[in-house]
């Protein structure tokens, strides 16, 4: 930890980090990418109820309006539910769906699935209805190419018993799926798209130099295993991770990007 001169954005963030942060906002063109929930947002029952906390949120929006910086947020949520949570202006990067959809400067890029996924999305629907409706407290959240079968409000038995029958009753109607474990939900797809296939995209698509990525659940690991030598990537939270540096949680993940707004804005000031 740094000591008590320090001034206090800089003071309960680990040193490593602090000097990590002020090397990334050097970078000629950051591209900033978020994780939502468990990251940004705490989590909470209902997940139309989640929001960003106020400190990470104006973070946000600094780095959001300054030069030769971008940031995307990079969700598991469906597209329309990431940009209802976190209600940031247009040009914030929107990436939904674990990297499915995506919702670039260009209205006009949209997810079109074929005639077959549509198939497969109806069947699946049909075997997880089912699976959720069996079982207490267990409910289903509709995706453009999946569903997330929640399990927060269930009993642990339950909850075990929802997610060991339904990934047998999917895989025994659908073949090729993609499941994924996160807190407290399975999450069940047509198509196989990664956060890090996603961070990849932003990364051309921006032309970063350096990339920060923050995030706290599985899924996230594939964004950290895209970074590079120059990127820095935390996690918050537990949980075994290939991520650089890791805080405690979202209200360090908010000091963080409020440091490396303060840190940006004095760069790109500078120049
Ligand atoms: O990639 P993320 O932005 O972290 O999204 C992952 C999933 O987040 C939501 O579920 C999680 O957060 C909810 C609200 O805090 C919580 O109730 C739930 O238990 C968590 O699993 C969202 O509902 C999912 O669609 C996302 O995939």
């Known amino acids: 930890m740094v000591d ?20 990334l906002a050097r970078t000629p ?8 929930d468990g990251t940004l947002a705490p989590e909470v029952d209902e997940p139309d109820r989640a929001r960003a906390l106020p400190e990470a949120r104006a973070a946000v929006l600094r780095l959001l309006g300054m030069p030769r910086t971008r940031v995307a947020l990079v969700s598991g949520r469906s597209l329309a ?36 996924e549509l198939k497969r999305v109806d069947l699946l629907h049909e075997v997880l209805a089912e699976v959720a409706d069996s079982i207490d407290q ?9 569903f997330a079968l929640h399990t927060r409000l269930a009993t642990e038995h339950n909850s075990r018993v929802a997610h060991l029958v339904a990934r047998s009753e999917a895989a025994a109607e659908l073949d090729d799926l993609t499941v994924r474990n996160g807190k407290n ?29 923050a995030g706290d659940d599985v899924t996230d690991e594939d964004g950290f295993a895209a970074l590079g030598a120059d990127d820095l990537g935390l996690k918050a939270g537990e949980g075994s991770t290939l991520a650089n540096y890791r805080v405690k949680g979202p ?3 908010a000091r963080a990007l409020s440091l490396l707004a ?9 120049q």
């Open 4 to 23: 008590v001169d320090t001034p206090p954005r800089f003071s309960r963030l680990p040193e490593p980090l602090v000097g990590a942060l002020r090397e």
């Open 29 to 36: 063109r950051l591209l900033v990418a978020l994780d939502f």
């Open 81 to 116: 539910s990431l940009e209802h949570v976190s209600q940031l202006p247009d040009h914030a990067l929107l990436i939904g769906s674990h990297g499915i959809e995506i919702r670039l400067d260009d209205p006009a890029d949209h997810l079109s699935l074929n005639t077959a």
């Open 138 to 146: 267990v409910w289903l959240e509709p995706k453009p190419a999946g």
């Open 185 to 213: 939900v399975l999450e069940f797809s047509v198509r196989s798209t990664t956060k890090g296939e996603a961070i990849e995209h932003l990364r051309e698509y921006t032309r970063a130099s350096a990339v920060f990525f």
């Open 251 to 253: 209200t360090e993940i």
């Open 262 to 270: 303060d840190l940006r804005e004095g760069d790109v000031h500078e």
